[in-house]
């Protein structure tokens, strides 16, 4: 009998019993004979899983499949996760709207240091050390941030605080909430600081917004920062 040659393919065959669909993938090898095409059984492929008899049917067909470690190489692999919630989240309250209305480096500065406190906190010169251990920086656009520039940002944000609480006790007291104090922020001065850039604290509570809940509807404490 001389050898037969012919295309070999996959041959899918469905069929109902009492209710139940059975499939059987075959594969078979076309050959011709005397004029006529006939089919050649090769091998039963049922018992292999569904997707490896995918595979095989598409490679018959004449596509190539290799190995993933063997096509794409991890150059860098950031962190993404979390800033992505952090992220969200601020979005959702509107933090960006309340910092300032028209986007800037400086609000683009001050929200990537809000982010960061709640990702992994740590002091301003090792903030712009890790945050590009993740994709934090990236998705901020603060890339190119050094430590004097976040120190500058914070000096924009002591330039906004009053419009900040002003939009942020109006928001709280449309919710039903009740009356607010606000932190007053003052750099710290003295011989021990002269190097470098001086941190900010919170030195005192002043009293902030008309409160409906309390009679007078104004609060006042006071709070001093000790070291």
């Not at 209305?101 to 903030?127: C, K």
């Not at 919170?202 to 404490?221: D, K, M, N, S």
């Amino acid at each position: 009998m001389p050898a037969r040659t012919g295309a070999v393919h996959v041959a899918t065959t469905t069929r109902k019993y009492k209710d139940k669909v059975y499939r059987t993938h075959l594969l078979r090898r076309s050959y011709r004979e005397d004029g006529k095409v006939k089919n050649e059984t090769l091998g039963n492929l049922s018992h292999l899983p569904e997707s490896l008899i995918d595979i095989i049917r598409r490679s018959l067909q004449g596509e190539t499949f290799v190995a993933t470690a063997d096509t794409f190489e991890i150059v860098r692999s950031r962190a993404h996760g979390h800033v992505q919630a952090v992220s969200v989240a601020m979005q959702r309250l509107g933090l960006a709207s309340v910092l300032a209305r028209a986007p800037s480096r400086e609000r683009n500065l001050v929200l990537a240091m809000v982010a960061v406190r709640i990702v992994s906190p740590d002091t301003q010169l090792a903030t712009t050390r890790q945050w590009h251990s993740s994709t934090l920086a990236e998705d901020f656009g603060v890339l190119d941030a050094e430590e004097d520039d976040l120190c500058a940002a914070m000096d924009w944000l002591l330039e906004r605080q009053e419009s900040i609480e002003q939009a942020l006790a109006t928001r709280h007291l449309r919710a039903g909430g009740p009356g607010v104090v606000r932190p007053v922020l003052q750099r710290l001065r003295g011989p021990l600081l002269s190097a470098g850039p001086a941190p900010y604290v919170a030195t005192e509570l002043r009293p902030a917004y008309r409160c409906p809940r309390l009679p007078g509807g104004r609060l006042g404490v006071r709070w001093q920062h000790r070291r």
